[in-house]
């Protein structure tokens, strides 16, 4: 049995283009072509595009993900470590959604906050597995043990750091800045300063630089988890969409200059 590829593209929530685009690349070729020129997809592609679908949420670009497939053994065993992937995220949100319902809770009624409930499904090392996958074992080791030696002041002021950077964005594409105007391209220097400020990352070793910036930049828009440190009144991906447009135009200047 197969489907074609306007029923797969109803099924999977995604459009018959992006089907044609994954086919274009190699990612994921139909079983067969209809002599309509429809394109055609039995079990074992359905069971690459979840994979597919699954590695696009962890916010991997597609070059990436053709990398992950070609090394992983059989379709089930590879499911098996995205289901547990998923099990986990699932328990952390929980967990979040558990801190920030006490918070709420405590605040309304003037009592006080218990700092070790608060930041509960918060850790970091959650993503261990996602930080290798993308940058290598070694970056997360790098990244984590940084994390670590810091205290909890410093900690609280980098966060504050990040957070005034975000809203600084929105700020800017909320008035309608232009990604390659100036104030646009003063954003795109702080956003690379902090990413080099972070050990392990490709930016704190200066290797590749414009690239890494830009593929970070597409995965804003691209993950809704990243993007939503950039969503603006209007909702949808225009915030990552400004951050985007800007982090590749400091890209290319930074090529340009050949530093």
């Not at 990398?67 to 089930?76: F, M, N, Q, R, S």
């Not at 967990?95 to 009592?111: D, F, H, K, M």
């Amino acid at each position: 049995m197969d489907w074609s590829i306007q029923e797969i593209a109803r099924i999977a929530g995604t459009t018959s283009r992006t089907l044609r685009h994954y086919d274009a690349t190699g990612l994921l070729p139909p079983t067969r072509v209809a002599r309509n020129g429809y394109r055609h997809y039995d079990q074992a592609a359905l069971v690459r595009l979840q994979r597919i679908m699954l590695l696009r949420e962890l916010g991997l670009g597609l070059p990436a993900i053709a990398e992950v497939l070609a090394h992983e053994t059989t379709a089930a065993h590879a499911l098996e470590g995205h289901l547990e992937w998923l099990r986990m995220e699932q328990d952390r949100l929980a967990r979040q959604i558990a801190s920030v319902t006490r918070t709420i809770g405590a605040l309304n009624e003037g009592e006080g906050l218990m700092a070790e409930q608060m930041f509960d499904g918060f850790d970091h090392t959650h993503y261990q597995a996602e930080v290798e996958q993308r940058w290598g074992a070694d970056a997360y080791a790098k990244g984590d043990a940084w994390w670590r030696s810091m205290s909890a002041e410093e900690k609280q002021a980098w966060q504050q750091r990040v957070g005034e950077l975000s809203s600084d964005w929105v700020a800017a594409a909320e008035g309608g800045a232009d990604p390659l105007g100036a104030e646009a391209q003063a954003l795109a220097a702080r956003h690379v300063a902090w990413l080099r400020s972070i050990p392990g990352t490709p930016a704190a070793s200066g290797e590749n630089i414009g690239a890494y910036v830009e593929n970070l930049g597409e995965m804003y828009v691209a993950d809704p988890r990243f993007g939503a440190n950039y969503a603006t009144t209007e909702g949808g991906t225009n915030g990552a969409e400004f951050v985007r447009d800007a982090l590749r135009e400091w890209a290319r200047a930074w090529a340009e200059s050949g530093q």
